[in-house]
Nanobody, 117 residues
Framework: QVQVVESGGGLVQPGGSLRLSCAAS????????VGWYRQAPGKQRELVVA???????NYADSVKGRFTISRDNAKNTVYLQMNNLKPEDTAVYYC???????????WGQGTLVTVSS
């Protein structure tokens, strides 16, 4: 089993930065990929960025050049550095881990990011 827990959300002004963390526990070696998703009020959940075990990334067009995913294997943690935040980035951000041979998915509880002046 794998569990993921997000942290780092908060209120930030437009143009500001935040770093989200996704700490994984359990059978870490079974994780195939980790992704950050977000869900804004009244909208569907959408992919922000995915990171495979081979280090391949896939960013949504709306965040390219502003958001960066990284990982610290020693801490079993994946980070999402968000720069130049915009009001439209306001959402609950979720960490997702795809693990095992069947590609089972686990989700964190989400962390709220609010971009407002």
């Amino acid at each position: 089993q794998v569990q993921v827990v997000e942290s780092g959300g908060g209120l930030v002004q437009p143009g500001g930065s935040l770093r989200l963390s996704c700490a994984a526990s359990g059978n870490i070696l079974s994780i195939n990929a980790v992704g950050w998703y977000r869900q804004a009020p009244g909208k569907q959940r959408e992919l922000v960025v995915a990171l495979t075990g081979a280090g391949i990334t896939n960013y949504a067009d709306s965040v390219k050049g502003r958001f960066t995913i990284s990982r610290d294997n020693a801490k079993n943690t994946v980070y999402l550095q968000m720069n130049n935040l915009k009001p439209e980035d306001t959402a609950v951000y979720y960490c997702n881990a795809d693990h095992g041979p069947l590609g089972l998915e686990v989700w964190g509880q989400g962390t709220l990011v609010t971009v407002s002046s």
